[in-house]
């Protein structure tokens, strides 16, 4: 099927497949002990659920799962321009956007995204100090070289040469 970029969306947005209609993120404590470790591991089993490690320290929790006004077959929004679009969306800086940044043109760079493989490897090291010692938690850093030989897919619908070469018209 040919899919169509549609012009609605910001210049910021050309080429891109949309991250930010396809995920939702909250804020989530980064682990301080066992039983956090615990907790983590059990998030990590409901399919489409990842941790996000940021660079300035903050995690998040991330279930990937379309907006319902999402068209996956052109990536765009089915309500915009109309009132039943949240002003949330209306109000995002696309030009500036911490999506495409983050899960499109750099991945991995200041954020890391961890799978259960990857938190499985990430705490190992953890989970061995779990008589009751404090925690040693990685550094962003650290974590990067820790889980960056396992890799881990795109869960959003990357585009195809064909969408490229669509973008726009
Ligand atoms: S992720 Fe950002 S750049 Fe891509 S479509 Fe969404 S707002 Fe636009
Ligand atoms: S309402 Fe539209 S812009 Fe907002 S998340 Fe849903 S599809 Fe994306």
Known sequence: MERTILDSRSLGCYCCPAPCCQLQLHYYNAPAN??????ARY?????????????TGE???????????FQQATYTCTVHSSEE????CERFDQEECWFRC??????????LRMDRARFERWSQEIRSAETGEDLLLHSFEQSR???????IAPLYTPLTPDDKAGAGR
């Open 85 to 88: 679009k949240p002003r949330i």
């Open 43 to 55: 998030r990590l089993l409901f399919p489409g659920t990842e941790l996000l490690v940021c660079d």
């Open 102 to 111: 983050n899960f499109v043109d750099s991945p991995g760079e200041s954020l």
């Open 145 to 151: 070289q820790i889980v960056s030989a396992i890799p």
């Open 59 to 69: 995690w998040y929790l991330l279930h990937w799962k379309a907006c319902s006004f």
């Open 34 to 39: 066992a039983e956090d470790i615990d907790m």
